[in-house]
C-alpha cells in the first residue's frame, strides 16, 4: 500500500496516530484525532519538546527514554486534560497511550509511532464501579455492625435450608463455639416439643417462595429453653424465584409469660367477680357492655344475649333511665367516673335501691370501662327509717329548748315580783328578831341564785342553738379583747392582770359565737374564783401541738380545784367546786360541750390554793 493512501486511511482513525522523528522527536504525520488529544496544530518538523500541546512533562521524559532504550511502552487509562471548544476550562479525558520505536534498514531507532485510544468512557466507568464497591463494602460493613450490636439473631438461609451467616448473638445465646457445625446443631436446640413444626413451616414457607413468622423454645447456653420469635423474607429477584431468606430471631419469653401471666390473671378475677354477690360488668371504650358476671343474670333473670350492650340502663326505673344514660354517656366522652342511686329492676319485678358506680382504666389495650351495682335497698330505707327518727329527735329537741328558754323566760316575770315583794317587805316591816339580818341576807342570795339559774338556763339554750354556728377565720387576739370589753368591771373591780399571747398561732378557723362562749366562761371563772389573798394574773396564750393542730392555753393563780388523777375530766351540768361562790355550774360544762361537738377536747391541770390550767385542744 502506496503512503499517501495509508496516511489517508490513518488521518480517519478513530484513535489518535502520531509518528515522531529523530532523537528531537519532530512531528513528522500527526492525523485529526491526534490534533485534538494535543489540543493545537502541530507544525510539521518541529521538535516535541518546543510544542508539546496537552503532553505533560513526565510523558515527554517517558518518550525519551523509549526512544533511546528503543522498548516499547503502554500507559492504560492516561488522564490528559483535553479543553473542548467553549469550554474556559480543560476536562480531563483518559487515554490508552502505546509508544512504539520506529527503526531504519540498519536497525537504528530514528523515531517513535505515537497511538492514543480515549477510554474516557470506560475509564469512568470503572472508577464508578469502583467507588460503588467502597460504597457497597462500606454499608455492608455498617450493616454486619448493626445486626451484630441489635439484641437479636439475624441469619441467611438459602432455598436449601442451609444457613450461609448467623450473627454473633446466636453463639452467645447458646454457647456454642463458633467452629461448630451450624446446619447441623441448630435443629437439636430446638425443644422436642417445637421441633417438627419449625422444620415444617420454615420449609414450607421457602418451598412457597414467602416469609414465616413463628413461635418456639431454643436452649439457652445455661440448659434452659426460652421462647423465640422467628421472622424472615425472602430475598426476590423477579422474575427468579428466592435463593436467600433473611430474618432475625427476638427472645419473646418474658412477654410470654406476661401474657400467660396476664391471662391466668384475668381468669381468676372473672372467677372473683362471678362469686361477688354483686353486678360486676365491663364496657368498651364507647360505653357498651361486653362482660357481665354470674350474679348480674341471676339477680336480672336475663342472659347476657338479652342485657345487650345498655343493659344496667334499661333494668332501671322508667322515671330515672333518661337521666341515668345521659350522665353515662358524658362520663363515656370526658373519662369521669360514673356514680349514681338509682332503683333497679329484680328478677321478680321489684325495684330496689343500688349504687351505680364505674371507672375507666387505660392499659396497653386501650380505655375500659368496670363498674358494679351494689344493692343498697335494705340500707337506704333504714336510713330513711333512721332520718325520719332523727328529724323527730330533732323537733323534739328543738321543743325540749324552746320550753327550757320560754320557762326561764316566763318565770323572771315572777321572780322580779318577788323581789319586789321582798324589797318592799324590807322597807315596810321590821321583826324585831336577832337573826334578822341573817334571814334577809338568807333570802336575797336565794332570790339571786335563782336569777343566775334562770339566766344560765337560757345561756345554756342559746349555746346549744349556736353549736352549728358556721366557721370562719378568726384572729384570737380581737375576739379575745372584745370578750374581755364585756367583763371589763369585773377585771377592774377585781384589779386583774390579764396577758395575750397569740404569736404562734394567731388565727382560728372557728365559730365566732362558740369561741366567744369558750373565752368567756374561761375567764369568767379566772375572775370569780381568784385567790382572796392575790389579785387575779391570768394569762391566756395559743399553741400548736406536735401533730400541728392549734391550742388554747388559760392559767390563772386562783384558787384552783380538786381533780381525780385522769387529766381531760367530765364536767356535769350543775356541778360546782365551790358552794360557798355565786354560780351555777355551767360555765363549764358549757366549754366542754362546744368543744367536743367540734371535735376537741378540754384537759386541765390544778393545784388547790395555787391555780389552774386549762388547755382546750381545738381538733384532737
Excluded at 510539521?44 to 522498548?71: C, F, H, K, T, W
Aim: net charge negative; proline share 6%.
Amino acid at each position: 500500500m502506496h503512503e499517501p493512501q495509508l496516511q489517508k486511511i490513518l488521518r480517519h482513525m478513530p484513535a489518535g496516530v502520531a509518528t515522531l522523528l529523530g532523537p528531537e522527536l519532530r512531528y513528522g504525520f500527526v492525523n485529526e484525532v491526534m490534533h485534538t488529544v494535543l489540543g493545537s496544530e502541530m507544525p510539521l518538523g518541529q521538535p516535541l519538546s518546543e510544542n508539546p500541546g496537552a503532553i505533560p512533562a513526565d510523558l515527554l521524559e517517558v518518550m525519551q527514554q523509549v526512544y533511546r532504550s528503543g522498548s516499547p511502552f503502554v500507559a492504560k487509562a492516561y488522564g490528559l486534560p483535553i479543553t473542548e471548544p467553549g469550554d474556559e476550562h480543560p476536562t480531563p479525558r483518559y487515554f490508552d497511550i502505546a509508544l512504539e520505536p520506529t527503526s531504519d534498514d540498519a536497525g537504528a531507532v530514528n523515531g517513535l509511532l505515537l497511538f492514543a485510544v480515549d477510554v474516557t468512557v470506560q475509564e469512568e466507568a470503572r472508577q464508578r464501579a469502583h467507588e460503588l464497591a467502597l460504597e457497597t463494602r462500606r454499608l455492608d460493613a455498617r450493616l454486619r455492625v448493626l445486626t451484630e450490636t441489635a439484641p437479636q439473631i439475624t441469619f441467611t438461609v438459602d432455598a436449601a435450608g442451609k444457613y450461609e451467616y448467623v450473627s454473633p448473638q446466636w453463639y452467645y445465646f447458646t454457647g456454642q463455639p463458633p467452629t461448630t457445625d451450624l446446619n447441623a446443631i441448630w435443629p437439636l436446640l430446638i425443644h422436642p416439643d417445637d421441633r417438627l413444626r419449625v422444620l415444617y413451616q420454615s420449609e414450607a414457607a421457602r418451598k412457597a417462595g414467602i416469609g414465616w413468622s413463628y413461635e418456639y423454645r431454643l436452649r439457652r447456653h445455661d440448659g434452659q429453653y426460652r421462647w423465640l420469635l422467628s421472622r424472615a423474607l425472602p430475598e426476590l429477584h423477579a422474575p427468579d424465584k428466592p435463593v436467600f431468606w433473611h430474618g432475625a430471631v427476638t427472645e419473646v419469653h418474658d412477654q410470654r409469660e406476661l401474657a400467660e401471666a396476664l391471662r391466668r390473671g384475668e381468669a381468676e378475677l372473672r372467677f372473683l367477680a362471678d362469686s361477688i354477690p354483686q353486678l360486676i360488668w365491663t364496657a368498651t371504650a364507647e360505653g357498651l357492655i361486653d362482660y357481665y358476671n354470674q350474679h348480674t343474670g341471676q339477680y336480672t333473670g336475663l342472659s347476657t344475649q338479652e342485657l345487650g350492650p345498655t343493659g344496667w340502663v334499661a333494668l332501671l326505673a322508667p322515671d330515672e333511665q333518661s337521666a341515668a344514660a345521659r350522665r353515662w354517656v358524658q362520663c363515656v366522652a370526658t373519662g369521669e367516673e360514673y356514680e349514681g342511686l338509682y332503683r333497679m329492676r329484680r328478677h321478680d319485678g321489684q325495684y330496689r335501691w343500688h349504687i351505680i358506680r364505674a371507672r375507666q382504666l387505660t392499659d396497653s389495650r386501650g380505655p375500659r370501662w368496670f363498674g358494679a351495682c351494689t344493692d343498697v335497698d335494705d340500707q337506704h330505707r333504714l336510713r330513711e327509717v333512721l332520718q325520719t327518727q332523727y328529724d323527730e329527735l330533732a323537733r323534739t329537741n328543738r321543743d325540749l329548748d324552746t320550753f327550757v328558754y320560754t320557762a326561764s323566760h316566763d318565770l323572771k316575770q315572777p321572780l322580779h315580783n318577788l323581789r319586789g315583794l321582798f324589797e318592799e317587805l324590807r322597807r315596810a316591816a321590821s321583826f324585831h328578831d336577832p337573826d334578822e339580818e341573817r334571814l334577809l341576807q338568807m333570802v336575797e342570795d336565794s332570790l339571786h341564785q335563782l336569777d343566775v339559774t334562770l339566766f344560765d338556763l337560757a345561756a345554756t339554750v342559746q349555746d346549744q342553738r349556736e353549736l352549728s354556728a358556721p366557721v370562719e377565720s378568726l384572729d384570737l387576739r380581737s375576739v379575745a379583747e372584745e370578750v374581755l370589753l364585756g367583763l371589763r368591771t369585773q377585771v377592774q373591780d377585781a384589779q386583774a392582770v390579764v396577758d395575750l399571747d397569740f404569736s404562734q398561732a394567731p388565727t382560728l378557723t372557728y365559730g365566732r359565737a362558740n369561741l366567744r362562749s369558750v373565752l368567756h366562761n374561761l375567764l369568767s371563772n379566772a375572775l370569780k374564783f381568784a385567790h382572796p389573798e392575790q389579785p387575779p394574773h391570768i394569762k391566756v396564750s395559743s399553741a400548736l401541738s406536735a401533730s400541728g393542730q392549734p391550742q388554747l392555753w388559760v392559767q390563772d393563780n386562783g384558787m384552783g380545784m380538786e381533780l381525780n388523777d385522769t387529766p381531760e375530766l367530765a364536767f356535769n351540768l350543775f356541778e360546782r367546786q365551790h358552794p360557798d361562790l355565786p354560780g351555777a355550774g355551767v360555765g363549764l360544762y358549757l366549754v366542754q360541750r362546744i368543744v367536743h361537738n367540734r371535735n376537741g377536747h378540754l384537759e386541765v391541770t390544778s393545784t388547790v390554793g395555787e391555780g389552774t390550767t386549762f388547755v382546750v385542744h381545738w381538733f384532737e
